[in-house]
Nanobody, 114 residues
Framework: QVQLVESGGGLVQAGGSLKLSCAAS????????MAWYRQAPGKQRELVAT???????DYADSVKGRFTISRDNAKNSMYLQMNSLKPEDTAVYYC????????WGQGAQVTVSS
């Protein structure tokens, strides 16, 4: 079993930046796909960004050019750098990993004020 723990959420003004971290309790080296999802109040959970073990990344159109996903296998961690934040980015952000089955973190609240 692998546990994922997010950190780095908080309240920021529009145009500001935040960096989310996802720390895994075990090695992430063999986890092919890791990702960040988010869920805003009253909305379905949506995919924000993915990163493969080879470092290939993909982003939702709504965050392209503003968010950057990365991973550090040596630190068993994944990150999401969020710049130029908008009020519509307000959501609970979840760390996700696939390793035989899906693993989810508990979520981190990001609130962007206008």
């Amino acid at each position: 079993q692998v546990q994922l723990v997010e950190s780095g959420g908080g309240l920021v003004q529009a145009g500001g930046s935040l960096k989310l971290s996802c720390a895994a309790s075990g090695s992430i080296r063999s986890m092919n796909t890791m990702a960040w999802y988010r869920q805003a109040p009253g909305k379905q959970r949506e995919l924000v960004a993915t990163i493969t073990s080879g470092g290939n990344t993909d982003y939702a159109d709504s965050v392209k050019g503003r968010f950057t996903i990365s991973r550090d296998n040596a630190k068993n961690s994944m990150y999401l750098q969020m710049n130029s934040l908008k009020p519509e980015d307000t959501a609970v952000y979840y760390c996700y990993a696939w390793h035989g089955h899906a693993y989810w973190g508990q979520g981190a609240q990001v609130t962007v004020s206008s």
